[in-house]
């Protein structure tokens, strides 16, 4: 099955400056990789995705790239605000029938300090 | 909530006793999931449903079980087989078509054993 990598564990960046989270994924075949953005003891709420047809992606302060042939994304933040605290998940799915099933990363905490 | 209606928020499970956590959705959307989530972890699939009275199968589907009798619905029972229960149980909902692979999810329930 998918195996999906996902590193930093833990980021803490200084409001204003750039934050990088990368991740790997095994399957070749998978076709969509989102990313989520969770609240302490929140759901996750996506907050871009890209699809595989797709090299780079951007909204406002916020863009994902892919390299399928390395079998890597990343996200980029950039201009970080304190309100980017989270905990961030990467994951990875390819279609089956009607359904998308997600394999997500284990996750980065990013700290945005003041 | 987005569509997506867990219930209870919390519950708590004494030793072998089997427990049902609700989710309903209004967003008329045929795919449903669930996942749980460990502190400091990813979600990982229990299992999800393309249509109704169908079900698979995810990733640690063992001391769980579902059934989708509705398209609104897809109840998960955590049995008492499952021996470490305690986790943060996510439903999420995917519609067909160009936009199946977004999830949307509900706002969770934390289950804690007795």
């Known amino acids: 099955g998918e195996n999906v990598e996902q590193h930093p564990s833990t980021l803490s960046v200084q409001e204003g400056d750039s934050a990088v989270i990368k991740c790997t994924y095994s399957?070749?075949?998978?076709?969509?990789f989102p990313w989520y953005k969770q609240e302490l003891g929140k759901r996750p709420q996506l907050i871009i995705d890209?699809?595989?047809?797709?090299g780079e992606k951007k909204d406002q302060r916020i863009a994902v790239t892919l390299n399928k042939t390395a079998k890597h994304f990343s996200l980029h933040i950039t201009e970080t605000q304190p309100e980017d605290s989270a905990v961030y998940f990467c994951?990875?799915?390819?279609?089956?029938?009607?359904?998308?099933?997600?394999?997500f990363g284990t996750g980065t905490r990013l700290q945005v300090t003041l | 909530d987005g569509g997506i209606t867990q219930s209870p928020k919390y519950l708590f499970r004494k030793e072998g006793q089997n427990v049902t956590l609700s989710c309903e959705q209004n967003?008329?959307?045929?795919?449903m999931y669930w996942y749980r989530q460990d502190p400091g972890q990813g979600l990982r699939l229990i299992y999800y449903s393309q249509i109704v009275n169908d079900f698979q199968k995810g990733d640690i589907a063992e001391g769980y079980s579902v059934s989708r009798e509705k398209k609104e619905s897809f109840p998960l029972t955590v049995t008492s087989a499952q021996k470490n229960p305690t986790a943060f149980y996510l439903c999420a909902s995917t519609a067909t078509g160009v936009a199946k692979n977004i999830q949307y999810f509900g706002a969770g329930t934390r289950l804690s054993v007795l």
């Open positions: 399957d070749s075949a998978s076709n969509y």
């Open positions: 967003l008329n959307h045929d795919a």
């Open positions: 890209i699809r595989s047809n797709v």
């Open positions: 994951a990875a799915s390819k279609s089956t029938g009607t359904a998308s099933k997600l394999t």
